[in-house]
């Protein structure tokens, strides 16, 4: 049975930092992509951040939307099956249902919600104004 456990999240201030992590089991995690979304409030679920797997090929390892770019890092484990999401100077606008997710394993590295196959439960992250 395929599980991604997300935790982590919590209420904080802005400016500080949190980590997400997100234990996954029942698949071959190595082999995916992971990724972690978002969330909020009367919003559509937007993408955050992506690793790929083992699979090698050419560009990237990561990617990150414009809107944490330089602020959030993704990292992985392969050998405790967990993904990580390293959150730094977060704002109030990172306020937000936080999911991981195992996505397509071959390449480009995928951004889109339906490219994602296993999804967690999610963790609250709040950053209040």
């Known amino acids: 049975q395929v599980q991604l456990v997300e935790s982590g999240g919590g209420l904080v201030q802005a400016g500080v930092s949190l980590r997400l992590s997100c234990a996954a089991s029942?698949?071959?995690?190595?082999?995916?992509?992971m990724g972690w979304f978002r969330q909020a409030p009367g919003k559509e679920r937007e993408f955050v951040a992506a690793?790929?797997?083992?699979?090698?090929?050419?560009?990237?390892?990561?990617y990150y939307a414009d809107s944490v770019k330089g602020r959030f890092t993704i990292s992985r484990d392969n050998a405790k099956s967990t993904v990580y999401l390293q959150m730094n100077n977060l704002k109030p606008e990172d306020t937000a249902i936080y999911y991981c997710a195992a996505g397509r394993p071959t390449p480009p590295l995928p951004t889109r919600s339906n490219e994602y196959i296993y999804w967690g439960q999610g963790t609250q992250v709040t950053v209040p104004s």
């Open positions: 690793m790929k797997g083992d699979i090698i090929w050419s560009g990237g390892n990561t």
């Open positions: 029942g698949f071959t995690f190595s082999n995916y992509a």
